[in-house]
């Protein structure tokens, strides 16, 4: 069964708030839409558990605490980029090439460690859950060869 999460949820961290409000207002509306992709991904898969919403390098991040299934998602705003926003996964976890590999061209990808999207970008939806379901489920599937963890997560997503 799927659960369907009160996506407009309200930040309950206020130091993440402020970083939210702080950003121009087109660009806070995608990374919000990025917040609500990665809450609604946790939300349906099972033994991910509680989203711990923080900041981490001054950047709103994502982390499993409870479960620890998942390696830590961040998102922001590209600082040198007005028009350009990345969702940050953990580079020594692979997850990147993963996706490059999955996804070569649906992505603008940015080294082993972001995908980047202009603010006229149309997202992939259903494809960026996935590499969002690969990143809460890493610690967990980890040890799995690539074919079968993406397996675990078209299951889920």
Not at 4 to 16: E, F, L, Q, R, T
Not at 66 to 78: D, E, F, P
Request: with cysteine.
């Amino acid at each position: 069964m799927v659960k369907i999460m009160n996506v407009s949820k309200k930040i309950k961290n206020s130091d993440v708030a402020a970083v939210f409000n702080s950003y121009p207002k087109k660009i806070r509306a995608k990374l919000m839409f990025l917040r609500k992709l990665i809450l609604e991904t946790a939300d349906v898969i099972e033994g991910v558990g509680e989203i711990e919403e923080t900041l981490k390098w001054g950047e709103p991040s994502y982390l499993t605490p409870k479960t620890k299934s998942g390696s830590t998602i961040r998102i922001n705003r590209k600082k040198d980029q007005e028009e350009q926003y990345a969702i940050y996964f953990k580079c020594t976890a692979n997850l990147v090439p993963a996706f490059k590999e999955k996804f070569p061209r649906e992505f603008n990808f940015e080294g082993d460690r972001s995908i980047i999207f202009n603010i006229e970008d149309e997202i992939p939806i259903k494809k960026l859950k996935k590499c969002i379901a690969l990143a809460l489920t890493y610690h967990r599937n980890k040890k799995l060869n690539a074919t079968d963890r993406w397996k675990m997560v078209e299951k889920n997503i």
